[in-house]
């Protein structure tokens, strides 16, 4: 399984480039990103659309495309788009949805998630590491915001590309400090992944004059599992988890249930 960060450009077919690209930028506030052959791409932050000039005597082939917006935003869509003809609106069990026409003819849907009920969380075991930065109020002090920006942003880089390659991901970032998760199959490559971490990190500040030093502590937990609140974040809550954020402020350390699952799996 592919885990994807995020969908880049979708491909639509505009019979005038030049007005469909003042239809993006006035109503979606799409920025030309840059030209391509016989096209360009537009957008922002949050997704992009590779405009391509349809053949001339070739059918435009329509898309529908989905943006979700916030509760602010749905009540503004009918005034926006008010000059643009027919508007339909749809009611789903989770969301409420508007939908207009593009230039083309490509149905352009906006929709906002209703309140939801809290789903029922998933109950399970899995590897869990807290790793934080060790006096990183020190090694801040003097330097500017953007300085203190650009060495997280660094170091959470780092903390994941390294965490990737034995299936982990980070759950949360916590100031200088990172909540990872890992599957309970691969115990043996997490161990040596952790074991290697702090030593994959010290060199991640050099070209701030500084030395990255961490502690880590890494446990087998069974916490609940599941998506929360309205932007739906995955996230983990248990005891488990309280207990492992307070544990003393050691360095190093694999609990005991993490070397034990290690070792029969490397047994197996």
């Not at 000039?53 to 509760?71: G, I, N, W, Y």
């Not at 989770?94 to 906002?112: K, L, W």
């Not at 949360?172 to 199959?185: A, S």
């Not at 809550?237 to 492992?244: A, D, P």
Request: proline share 4%; hydrophobic share 45%.
């Amino acid at each position: 399984m592919i885990r994807i960060r995020r969908l880049g450009q979708m491909k639509i077919e505009v019979r005038d480039l030049a007005r469909s690209l003042a239809w993006y930028r006035d109503r979606l506030g799409f920025e030309l990103q840059f030209e391509v052959r016989n096209g360009a791409v537009i957008g922002g932050a949050a997704a992009s659309l590779w405009l391509v000039k349809a053949e001339a005597d070739a059918p435009v082939s329509r898309r529908l495309f989905s943006f979700e917006v916030s509760p602010g935003e749905w009540e503004r869509i009918p005034e926006v788009f008010a000059g643009d003809g027919r508007m339909v609106s749809l009611d789903h069990p989770q969301s409420a949805s508007r939908i207009v026409e593009d230039p083309d003819g490509h149905a352009v849907e906006f929709y906002m998630l209703k309140p939801a009920v809290s789903p029922v969380p998933k109950g399970e075991e899995r590897i869990v590491a807290l790793v934080d930065v060790v006096g990183f109020v020190g090694l801040v002090r003097g330097r500017s915001d953007e300085q203190m920006f650009q060495m997280l942003d660094g170091f959470y880089r780092v903390v994941e590309a390294l965490v990737e390659r034995v299936g982990g991901r980070s759950l949360k970032y916590m100031g200088d400090g990172m909540l990872l998760v890992f599957p309970t199959d691969r115990a043996c490559a997490v161990v040596e992944c952790l074991e290697e971490l702090p030593e994959g990190l010290r060199a991640v500040w050099d070209d701030f004059g500084t030395t990255c030093r961490v502690r880590l502590r890494a446990d087998v937990l069974y916490l609940a599992w599941g998506c929360m609140g309205r932007a739906e974040a995955f996230d983990g809550i248990g005891h488990g988890l309280n207990r492992l954020f307070l544990e003393g402020a050691g360095g190093h350390s694999i609990s005991p249930a993490l070397w034990e699952l290690a070792e029969r799996q490397a047994k197996a």
